[in-house]
């Protein structure tokens, strides 16, 4: 049959281009990939017998092997696992068939152009970085559903040819013909040291013909046949007992598993026995992973989960909620059927209780991890707090288990804070816990309704993450005490005295002409009320929630998200000890309809606009208004 030729992909052929043409420091790693490969496809093969009983016919013995033949400088990885057929091939080998191909190439174009290239070794590089070492591949695979075999053979520009051969049993041989410069692939060694060091948790065993060390004479006078010993460690990580695991492994295989090339902040590592029985290793993320974000929620995530053995889930999402969701790792259990279907998954009372616990346990450490690495713990926090946020939001059960181990920004420290720091270090205060929420925290260190909570040395939360509004309103108190916001209308850090309360009063009365006009004259439909407020240090007025009303930046957040929600009335405060609050109640006396008063009267509902990050509608007003101030100062 004669040879056909096929294209790349137009994207693949990119992708090969750059890898080939990127001096490339860690190529290296282009065995990890195919030995991981391997490893998929035998995953693959004993899944598919789990259902079709004669699959796997009397080859049940899975391995890889690595061969090397010095005299062809060829190295092969061969597996005895799924294989493909000719439609598999084209699919998966002459394309890349992966979703995030096109931000794969944007981001491998990047590191390029920055020279980065170790970031380029950090990319789940597949199949094809195999080109970076060798000057052609052949891929002879058999699928086990097949019963012919096929090479596929290419050079890596731009094309490949693809027809049918022999082949002996199930599964694929990766041929390499390495490239000049690429030699030392030949060494025994040095593949053993490869393997060694980014593949011994593979859990299939890796198999090498043992090295024999004589010269070459004493071989030919002596041939001795050579048997296969395997390299690897097979026992899972998970599987060992924690104290036969050193702390590089459980990073080395965090790496693996996460596809972070950083460490990790914490790992999980338990075997529970009881009602249902299950080991598992998990990992807390430090760094944000370029590679695999998992903050995006879109992602897939969750835990491998493994059944008697066998992988049956790359992420199985049923065993950690979505709040979790930069928590990596695997699960094992026995406590599930082999045969058990994604849908049987969805709504398992097994997975449930094992879920629960993972829960619980991965809390646990997070409250642990705080005190013992609080730099880690910062950084980590960073980069996920606002994920663990979406917990107290959706798990009404768990909210107070996951306040504690969130930390905050506030008006006292220069250094996040946990809920139980605020608490402790405000104990001879106020039973209550304060918070302002805004857009950022210069914003809402602007706001005048701080200056009663700074006189009095009073913590703020300074709450300025967007999940913040959603999950403050729905955590409502912690360990019993009330959350409250600091433009609640019942805010007051020290009662009155009764001389004050009585000065109060009658300015009150003094002022509740104007105060009603000035109601008027912005708006009964935007304002419901006017009132004063002494404690607004140097602001003219300040804008507040009527209580149990929404707030602004909730309003705008569900506006955004396409909700019809009514505009909410807000109370301007006015703050009595301010001059051109005084001023103003001069100009009322005087004459009720004074230009001036008017003019104060939206200068200062704009001011109030502004100091809570609000948007004017008209800002030419406020700017005419405030060069007139202007001109004022400068006489
Ligand atoms: P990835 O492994 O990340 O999907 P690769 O480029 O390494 O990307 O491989 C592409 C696909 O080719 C794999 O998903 C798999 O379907 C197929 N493949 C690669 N190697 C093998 C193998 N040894 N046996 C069977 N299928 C393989």
Redesign the pocket.
């Given at each position: 049959m004669a040879k056909k030729q096929h294209n790349f992909e137009a994207e693949t052929g990119r992708i090969l281009e750059l890898l080939t043409h990127s001096i490339y420091s860690n190529k290296e790693i282009f065995l990890r990939?195919?030995v991981?490969?391997?490893s998929?496809?035998i995953d693959?093969a004993r899944l598919k017998a789990l259902t079709d009983t004669t699959f796997l016919g009397d080859d049940t013995n899975f391995e890889i092997r690595v061969e090397i033949d010095k005299e062809a400088k060829t190295l092969s990885i061969i597996?005895n696992?799924?294989?493909?057929t000719q439609e598999?091939i084209h699919k998966?080998?002459g394309t890349?068939?992966?979703s995030g191909t096109k931000e794969f190439l944007e981001k491998l174009e990047k590191a390029k152009e920055g020279g980065d290239h170790n970031l380029i070794g950090q990319f789940?590089v597949?199949?094809?970085s195999a080109f970076m070492v060798a000057e052609s591949i052949d891929v002879i695979?058999r699928s086990g559903l097949d019963t012919k075999a096929h090479i596929w053979s290419s050079d890596g520009k731009s094309s490949y040819e693809l027809e049918e051969t022999e082949k002996e049993g199930r599964?694929?041989k990766?041929l390499l013909h390495l490239s000049e410069g690429n030699h030392e692939l030949l060494e025994d060694w040095k593949i053993r040291e490869l393997i060694k060091k980014y593949s011994n948790y593979t859990r299939v065993p890796i198999m090498m013909l043992e090295n024999d060390t004589r010269s070459d004479e004493e071989k030919k006078k002596e041939p001795k046949e050579r048997s296969w010993e395997q390299v690897n460690e097979t026992q899972p990580i998970w599987k060992k007992s924690k104290s036969s695991v050193k702390a590089d492994e459980y990073k080395e295989f965090y790496q693996q598993v996460s596809m972070d090339f950083n460490a990790p902040l914490g790992h999980i590592h338990s075997s529970i026995e009881g009602k249902v029985s299950y080991t598992s290793l998990l990992f807390i993320p430090e760094q944000t992973n370029a590679f695999s974000d998992m903050r995006d929620p879109a992602k897939e995530y969750g835990p491998k989960l493994y059944v008697q053995s066998v992988l049956i889930l790359d992420h199985a999402k049923e065993l950690l909620p979505v709040w979790l969701r930069f928590v990596s790792g695997v699960v094992e259990t026995t406590d599930l059927p082999l045969n058990i279907s994604r849908e049987m998954l969805q709504s398992n009372a097994t997975l449930e209780t094992i879920k629960k616990s993972l829960i619980k346990k991965i809390l646990g450490e997070l409250k642990k991890l705080r005190v013992k690495n609080p730099e880690g713990y910062k950084t980590f926090f960073e980069n996920y707090g606002s994920i663990l946020k979406e917990g107290v939001y959706y798990e009404h059960d768990l909210k107070q288990e996951i306040a504690e181990v969130l930390e905050f920004d506030t008006l006292l420290w220069d250094k996040k804070i946990s809920l139980d720091e605020y608490l402790e270090a405000q104990k001879d205060k106020e039973k209550t816990i304060y918070y302002i929420t805004g857009k950022s925290r210069a914003e809402v260190l602007a706001s005048p309704y701080l200056a009663q909570f700074r006189e009095n040395n009073t913590d703020v939360l300074l709450l300025t993450d967007a999940i913040d509004e959603w999950m403050i309103g729905v955590l409502d108190e912690y360990k019993t005490v009330k959350l409250k916001a600091i433009t609640a209308s019942d805010v007051k850090l020290k009662e009155e005295t009764p001389e004050e309360k009585k000065k109060a009063e009658t300015t009150e009365k003094q002022y509740k002409d104007m105060l009603e006009l000035i109601k008027n004259t912005i708006g009964t439909e935007k304002i419901e009320k006017v009132e004063l407020n002494p404690n607004l240090w140097d602001a003219l007025g300040a804008l507040k929630t009527p209580d149990g009303a929404m707030n602004p930046q909730m309003e705008k957040m569900m506006k955004a998200m396409g909700q019809a929600v009514p505009e909410t009335k807000r109370i301007l405060e006015l703050n009595p000890n301010n001059k051109l609050v005084k001023a103003m109640q001069k100009e009322f006396k005087a004459d009720i309809k004074s230009k001036k008063l008017k003019d104060l009267t939206s200068y200062a509902y704009m001011q109030a606009i502004l100091l809570e990050g609000g948007e004017l509608e008209n800002i030419a007003d406020f700017v005419g208004m405030t060069n007139k101030f202007a001109g004022e100062y400068l006489k």
């Open positions: 990939e195919l991981s490969n391997a998929d496809a693959k597996d696992g799924i294989g493909m598999e998966h080998i890349i068939a992966k789940g597949g199949f094809y695979t599964g694929t990766i």
